[in-house]
């Protein structure tokens, strides 16, 4: 089988193909022949070297894949060939309090992911795909879309008439803009471009505002956009360069959820602004199995159709690579594995 490595670590020329046995699904396991794979900053994050885990160098990239099932091991009762998966970004989360080895185990960074032909993984670590949803469009969901989902899953979750901030125009953020209309929420959408502002209203965004244009977008939110109330909640994906904007954005009593880190200036938080904000703080990680199981429920009857930017072949993975560094994208950037 084919399979993508990262060889070193210092830049995209160390994605290189491999020439590997097919692995045997031992007792539990189960062998999937993976038909797409996505791409989530974190994939670039490793190679570029600022992701937030320890990296190993020799694994194979990517954390989200759907494909089917093509054998199974001794004991596994959940799946038989021919079923229809998803991977879970989280293999060993299946709900409550994360486990304290959750960063360490994870694909591409911890342990092997999922840019190949084939993949033996636990029959724990993958939930089923509906039928109504293509292989290319499940394979968007383990990482972008349940980090998403989990943002607006607060306690308590948002609700129909409250307003959500979503910053920027990638994987995690369309996603939150589609849910968050779903759900019937005003949705206040940030973009630096003008081109991905029109998809955005194209995808039901109320409002859309140009921070490379509006330095302090968060204060023009809550005063032009919000009549000083602010928004209910921020998905924070940009990191310490934004949550000062996203703090001046949110109301007394809502909610910044911190999940990202696209910027790399760093200007430090003042505790006052943080305590003025009135607003709770919640860092994410993706989410367990139960919330992809809960998300797959929502997608599967065409209700959230994934934007998908770009599909590669297998063959052009390295520059599937590059387009997500370049961060011309809307939404997700696909590769195609196998016919
Ligand atoms: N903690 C978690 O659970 C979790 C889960 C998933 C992802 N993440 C993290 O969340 C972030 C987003 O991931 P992703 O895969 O959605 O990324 P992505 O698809 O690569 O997002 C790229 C887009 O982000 C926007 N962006 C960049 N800098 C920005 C800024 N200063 N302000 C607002 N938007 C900005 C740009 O949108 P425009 O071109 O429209 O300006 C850019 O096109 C990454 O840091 C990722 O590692 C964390």
Redesign the pocket.
Known sequence: MKTYRFDALTGLDDLTLHDEAVPVPQRGEVLVRIHAVSL???DL?VVLGNYVHAAATGLVPCSDAAGEIAAVGEGVTAWKPGDRVISTFHPRWFGGRPHRSLGAEVYGSGQDGWLSEYKVCSQEAIVALGKGVSYEAGSTLP??AT?AWSALSGNPPIRAGQTVLT???????VFAVQLAKLLGATVIA????AR?GEILRGLGADHVVN?AEIAEWGVHVKKALTGGMGVDCVVE???P??VNQSLHAVRWGGEVVL?????TENPGIDYFHLKGSGATVRA???GDRAALQDLVRAVDGGRLQPVIDKVFGFADAKAAFAH?HA?K?VGKIVIKVGG
């Open positions: 989530n900053y974190r994050s990482c972008a980090t910053l920027g125009t990638g994987g995690v953020s940030t973009t630096s471009s991905k921070y994906v940009g990191g360069g934004t999940i990202g880190f696209l910027t994410i990680g993706v997500l961060a994208h």
